[in-house]
């Protein structure tokens, strides 16, 4: 039987229902990053023994952030004010099913990957800058794969593709209905990195901090002026998770005129 790490036994149910039928794939990621993840410098060696809370739980948690309506029963909340000047709440909106997906700055998946078990039917593309962390997602696909067949049971392996590019170099040759990103920047420079990949209609879903406050009111500038309107703070909580998981939410609503067009500048 492939080696694996089962979530403790406080976080079981959520991880259950998070990752359903896919548990055994995500237990098997957990322990990749928790042996070959820290050896090669991907996480830090004090998080090796909160791998599951720390990291897989806390982007799985995501999930929520993607399409359910902001403020319902146990999915996610919001506060804060949007950067359009109106209140969160006018995002409560049911979004459209998202079919496909970016993780910007990949690094060791999260939380990229993480989603990509938890949704395996999004099509999810992985954009790294480093080669040896591109290598190190497409040998984790490949380890995902090839679990042994009493392990993957029942489960569906995901959609998911590794890009070595900066995300800038992808601009006006892909878009996605939501770009996601852990850790990779300030608000400000995030957004002229990611908003350019996310179709009109689409969101950019970050993960973010207590800084997220400040953050979205030193972006507003560039949100706006790259399409971005509603920026809202949504803390997603569960049961037995101590520290909410936060997330920044952008939603796109026009493509900016390039200088020179009809109609610009």
């Known amino acids: 039987m492939t080696e694996r790490l089962a979530p403790p036994a406080e976080h079981r149910a959520l991880a259950e229902e998070l990752f359903g ?3 055994p794939l995500a237990e098997r990621y957990a322990r990749l990053l928790q042996t070959k993840g820290a050896e090669q410098g991907l996480i830090g060696p004090r998080e090796v023994d909160r ?3 720390r990291h897989v739980l806390n982007c799985a948690l995501m999930v929520r952030a993607l399409e359910a309506p902001e403020g319902a029963d146990g999915a996610a909340a919001s506060v804060g004010t949007a950067a359009s000047g109106g209140s969160a709440d006018s995002a409560a909106a049911l979004p459209e099913p998202v079919r496909t997906l970016a993780d910007v700055g990949s690094g060791a998946g999260l939380p990229g990957l993480v989603l990509a078990i938890a949704r395996p039917d999004i099509d999810i593309t992985l954009i790294e800058t480093m080669q040896r962390r591109c290598t190190w997602l497409e ?3 490949e380890d995902l794969a090839a679990l042994d067949e009493e392990d ?10 590794v890009v070595r590019a900066r995300a800038e170099e992808l601009h006006g040759e892909q878009e ?5 990103a852990r850790a990779v920047a300030a608000l400000d420079k995030l957004a002229k990195w990611t908003l350019p990949l996310v179709r009109v209609g689409g969101r950019l879903v970050a993960l973010k901090g ?13 949100l706006q002026r790259l399409g971005g309107e509603n920026a809202r703070i949504e803390l997603i909580r569960a049961e037995g998770i101590e520290v909410p998981t936060t997330v920044v939410s952008v939603d796109v609503t026009a493509r900016p005129q390039k200088k020179g067009s009809r109609g610009g500048k």
């Open 21 to 23: 039928r896919n548990l």
């Open 210 to 222: 207590q800084s997220a406050p400040q953050e979205i009111e030193k972006a507003q500038k560039t």
């Open 152 to 161: 993957s049971v029942g489960t569906q392996l995901p959609q998911v593709t």
């Open 139 to 141: 040998e984790t696909l």
């Open 176 to 180: 996605f209905d939501v770009v996601t």
């Open 51 to 53: 791998i599951w809370e």
